[in-house]
């Protein structure tokens, strides 16, 4: 038996709703604006469907091309369900993602921004566009600088025709992530965006203190993640 079939997911994804009712209640919020995503990627059918069936309806996936493999089939039978892109996304592959999600979290460079907008005015849909902050500076990782975003967010508009309804950031590993959170949320404040895609399994609580409206949460509602 996987670790999939003996995790109990809708067990998990009820603990995950209570921990963001209670996160909520704690920072004078309320609940019904945080929305959870649940971090599907690496998962099958198998596991997603529990979800689906505890009225779960937001999921998140790292690759386009495991997206477009697996997805269609179960959107086919729940056509109300909302995919967000949470993984970096190369410009050659702007196409698939448009067509594939309703939101993209790591819009972080003006060759993805030029790509991103040549197909949604191709394919006439408007997925919800997050721009990435790397706050860490980590080189490994993805996203604009904290002290170019800026720049960037103003660029997305006035270059590329982009609306950009929100930010998303990664905290580093090794680091406390409050600072960061705390950092992606003045950014957006400045630049009048209302969205924060904030927070992991680990720290989402942290997340909605600083006013996340999207969690991102994985291994606490599927358990651990197969090793692919």
């Known amino acids: ?21 209670a996160a909520c209640r704690e920072a004078g919020r309320d609940p019904a604006s945080v929305a959870l995503i649940a971090v599907s990627k690496t998962f099958g059918a198998d596991a997603i469907a529990p979800a ?6 937001v999921f998140g996936e790292n ?6 493999a697996k997805w269609p089939a179960i959107r086919a ?6 995919l967000h892109l949470i993984g970096p996304l190369q410009s050659n592959k702007a196409k ?33 566009l997050f721009a990435q902050i790397n706050t860490g500076a980590e080189p490994q990782k993805a996203g604009i600088l904290p002290e170019d975003a800026d720049a960037f967010l103003r660029s997305c508009t006035a ?4 609306t950009i309804s929100g930010l998303m950031c990664i905290p580093p590993f090794d680091e406390a992530p409050a600072p ?22 680990t720290d989402f609580e942290a997340a909605i203190a600083f006013g996340a409206t999207h969690v991102r949460v994985g291994s606490a509602i599927f358990g651990t993640r197969p090793q692919h």
């Open 1 to 21: 038996m996987s670790e999939t079939e003996t995790h109990d997911i809708a067990a998990g994804l009820s603990e995950v709703r209570a921990r963001i009712a």
């Open 52 to 57: 689906i069936a505890a009225g779960q309806r």
């Open 63 to 68: 690759r386009v091309q495991e997206t477009r």
């Open 77 to 82: 039978h729940h056509p109300d369900l909302s």
């Open 96 to 128: 698939d993602a448009v067509a594939l999600f309703d939101a993209i979290h790591s819009v972080d460079r003006p060759s993805l921004c030029e790509a991103l907008a040549k197909e949604i005015q191709k394919q006439g849909r408007s997925p919800l």
């Open 159 to 162: 270059d590329y025709g982009l």
């Open 180 to 201: 960061h959170f705390a950092l992606t949320a003045k950014i957006a404040a400045r630049n009048g965006l209302k969205l924060l895609s904030m927070g992991m399994s």
